[in-house]
Nanobody, 112 residues
Framework: VQLVESGGGLVQPGGSLRLSCAAS????????MSWYRQAPGYERELVASISSTGGSTNYADSVKGRFTISRNNARNTLYLQMNSLIPEDTAVYYC??????WGQGTQVTVSS
């Protein structure tokens, strides 16, 4: 199983980023997926999750209305569209399979 996140970076408050998670080594379309994040000094927290078909999604209250999780099962890729970013969104973002496998993370920094 391999999960490779990309798309992180430095962005100003109010900006946008789209994270991607490229999956391989397992049947991507069969598993729900999630995005987590961990800021320095804080525990890792669930940001958003999506069912195997993409028909059901859930979000943390802190990102509702700003972030959108999606997936492309034909491309074995998970996405997280992040809009209206605020400094409190600064963290390392990880993708995770419902089977418990994690990616290596991608850094998102929101700062002016």
């Amino acid at each position: 199983v391999q999960l490779v996140e990309s798309g992180g970076g430095l962005v100003q408050p109010g900006g946008s980023l789209r994270l991607s998670c490229a999956a391989s080594g397992f049947s991507f379309r069969s598993y729900g997926m999630s995005w987590y994040r961990q800021a320095p000094g804080y525990e890792r927290e669930l940001v958003a999750s999506i069912s195997s078909t993409g028909g059901s999604t859930n979000y943390a209250d802190s990102v509702k209305g700003r972030f959108t999780i999606s997936r492309n099962n034909a491309r074995n890729t998970l996405y997280l569209q992040m809009n209206s970013l605020i400094p409190e969104d600064t963290a390392v973002y990880y993708c995770k399979t419902a089977a418990g496998f994690w990616g290596q993370g991608t850094q998102v920094t929101v700062s002016s």
